[in-house]
């Protein structure tokens, strides 16, 4: 089916929906073009923290955008008003598919019919929670990585994806100061994240069979890539997130180790998330405010 087009996407807000590492830095990236970007996130707190993150960072951040302007960032705890007047929606609540369900319900029922829908869903094709969604559409997978620094996106259409959508996003996102690249087919991990998972995968493998330890792992990859290493990364996206995608992998594929998700789990049980508690891989980190 086609899909008739949002107007005015210059002038109407964006609405984010989950307040945590992700959800506040999409924000961000939407803030930066003098319009108004809505926060939704269940927790109020949350909320405010993403508001006041998108508030201290968007000066800096637009000011590196060609034509950027900061704009404002409102957040609340009611859906219907995060939405209202939304030429796009982003979902960027936790890799649970169930959940990503209702949300997908919802927003169907309560966005604008001109709305485009998109999830930050890391792992999940959108073609996986759009039963209950009568117009997909406007639906599609809106993958960022970890915006300003990292700005790449993936796009991925539900199956159902109306092209102008696609050819529209391609086009505004770049204002953003995001850099937008299609899956030209359905692809678990979409461009990127599929070949990240590999190496994500046996660094941590090399970790549970006792081979290395995550200093020295990450130590050996700054001295040949010239970047940081896996293990400090998965501590900034949160080992608990990580955690999510490999099970989705897992689930796909029964054939993958199991030691990489048992080392997971074990620093999860003990509270060690990464950078938002403060511990991770890592233990000189800052507590998450």
Known sequence: MTFALPTDTATRPVAVLG????????ALM???RGGQVRVHDPAAQAGQDARAYVEQQVAEVAAGIEGGTPGTVTATTDLAEALAGAWLVVESVPERLELKKRVFADLDRTADADAILASNSSSYPTSEFID???RPERVLNM???MPPQQPAV???SSGHTDRAVLDLLLRELPHYGVLPF???RESTGFIFNRIWAAIKREALSVVAEGVSTPEDVDAMWA???G???PFRTMDQVGLDVVLDIENHYAAKNPTLPTGPRELLRRYIDAGHLGVKTGRGFYDDYHQAG
Request: net charge positive.
């Open 143 to 145: 993958h960022f990585y």
């Open 154 to 156: 993936d796009l991925m």
């Open 19 to 26: 307040a945590g590492t992700l959800g506040r830095r999409i």
């Open 227 to 229: 970047t940081r290493g």
């Open 30 to 32: 939407f803030a930066t």
């Open 182 to 184: 299609e899956a030209r």
């Open 132 to 134: 209950h969604v009568t």
């Open 223 to 225: 001295s040949t890539m």
